[in-house]
């Protein structure tokens, strides 16, 4: 399982397509249902040498075509039984982009975007 250090800022996108189902009974309407999906994930990190799985994890895993099991866990960070719980978002992703850009004197940062291949799944936490 990937467990991501020191993320800054993440962006989870999950796509429908569009199929058109219009018939001449549409009465100029445009009439679609929907069609595959596809997912995507985009972190900001901060550059850490030490990093137990940071840019140089993520490198190795690129440079190797090598699938990762994402854990993306999406809401305050508590269970607090009131029925606010937090959600596990879970798939299976490939690094599609890796960017590791220099700073002068400020913090490193680098940007990873991963493809999800296959399903995603969305369970509540509530424990």
Same mark, same amino acid.
């Given at each position: 399982?990937? /467990?991501?250090? =020191?993320?800054?800022?993440?962006?989870?996108?999950?796509?429908?397509? @569009?199929?058109?189902?219009?018939?001449?009974?549409?009465?100029?309407?445009?009439?679609?249902?929907?069609?595959?999906?596809?997912?995507?994930?985009?972190?900001?990190?901060?550059?850490?040498?030490?990093?137990?799985?940071?840019? #140089? #994890?993520? #490198?190795?895993?690129?440079?190797?075509?090598?699938?990762? %099991?994402? @854990?993306?866990?999406?809401?305050?960070?508590?269970?607090?039984?009131?029925? %606010?719980?937090?959600?596990?978002?879970?798939?299976?992703?490939?690094?599609?982009?890796?960017? =590791?850009?220099?700073?002068? @004197?400020? #913090?490193?940062?680098?940007?990873?975007? =991963?493809?999800?291949?296959? &399903?995603?799944?969305? &369970? @509540?936490?509530? /424990?």
């Amino acid at each position: 399982m990937a /467990a991501f250090d =020191l993320i800054k800022d993440s962006t989870i996108t999950i796509n429908t397509a @569009e199929r058109d189902t219009t018939t001449k009974d549409s009465n100029g309407w445009a009439e679609m249902l929907p069609g595959l999906k596809d997912a995507s994930i985009d972190l900001t990190c901060l550059f850490k040498h030490d990093a137990t799985f940071g840019y #140089n #994890n993520l #490198n190795s895993a690129q440079l190797a075509g090598t699938a990762l %099991d994402i @854990e993306v866990q999406v809401g305050t960070g508590a269970y607090d039984g009131a029925g %606010d719980n937090d959600y596990l978002l879970s798939c299976t992703a490939y690094i599609t982009s890796l960017s =590791l850009p220099s700073a002068f @004197e400020d #913090n490193i940062e680098f940007s990873v975007s =991963l493809k999800v291949t296959g &399903a995603v799944t969305y &369970a @509540e936490i509530t /424990a």
